[in-house]
């Protein structure tokens, strides 16, 4: 008999761009608030594009529950985290020759 495989887990930055794009109504309503309860590490330029098409054909006209603001706040954490830990990283003599 054979056995169907199981799909690899996902990091939720990659699995949400998918359910977004299969939601609807009360359920991506409900995805919002997840989205916005979470903190979300990368992927935050694809999952405003995926919100952002879903939500036009919605028919939303007002505004997108916070989804994209958060987003965006996520994507400078994540950039500036980045950075602190690039300047951490960094010796003296490398930064000279920067």
Same mark, same amino acid.
């Given at each position: 008999?054979?056995?169907?495989?199981?799909? !690899?887990?996902?990091p939720f930055h990659e699995s949400i761009l998918n359910t977004i794009l299969c939601c609807s109504g009360p359920k991506l309503e409900f995805l919002a608030s997840i989205i916005k309860a979470t903190k979300i590490p990368k992927n935050h330029d694809q999952i405003i594009a995926a919100w952002n098409i879903r939500a036009e054909e919605m028919g939303w006209d007002n505004?997108?529950?916070?989804?994209?603001?958060?987003?965006?706040?996520?994507? !400078?954490?994540? !950039?500036?985290?980045?950075? !602190?830990?690039?300047k951490e990283t960094t010796s003296p003599a490398e930064a000279v020759v920067q």
């Open positions: 008999m054979q056995t169907a495989k199981k799909a !690899e887990p996902k505004g997108d529950y916070g989804v994209t603001a958060h987003l965006l706040a996520q994507k !400078e954490a994540s !950039e500036k985290k980045q950075q !602190e830990s690039g």
